[in-house]
């Protein structure tokens, strides 16, 4: 069993910036990949970034060049940082491992970017 916990949401305003944190407790693995997710009201959750390893990222096409991920596998943690966000990255943020083949998500963290 793996448990994630984010912080780090919070009101910002369009052009600001915002770092999200997430922690990993229980079972993991180095090589597990790790993510952020999002999910804006009446929409469906989609992927923000995911890492695998410190040269293996991938990320949404509209948060190219203004988010970046990272990981710590020392302290279980997963980084997202924000810039230059707009309303439109309003949203719940998750946090997502995937350890051995399942899926695990934190309760999610609330990001609200105003115009």
């Known amino acids: 069993q793996v448990q994630l916990v984010e912080s780090g949401g919070g009101l910002v305003q369009a052009g600001g910036s915002l770092r999200l944190s997430c922690s990993a407790s229980?079972?993991?693995?180095?090589?597990?990949?790790m993510g952020w997710y999002r999910q804006a009201p009446g929409k469906q959750r989609d992927m923000v970034a995911v890492i695998a390893s410190a040269t293996s990222t991938n990320y949404a096409d509209s948060v190219k060049g203004r988010f970046t991920i990272s990981r710590d596998n020392t302290r279980r943690t997963v980084t997202l940082q924000m810039n230059n966000l707009k309303p439109e990255d309003t949203a719940v943020y998750y946090c997502?491992?995937?350890?051995?083949?399942?899926?695990?998500w934190g309760k999610g963290t609330l990001v609200t970017v105003s115009s």
């Open positions: 997502n491992i995937n350890h051995n083949g399942a899926n695990y």
């Open positions: 229980g079972i993991f693995f180095s090589f597990d990949v």
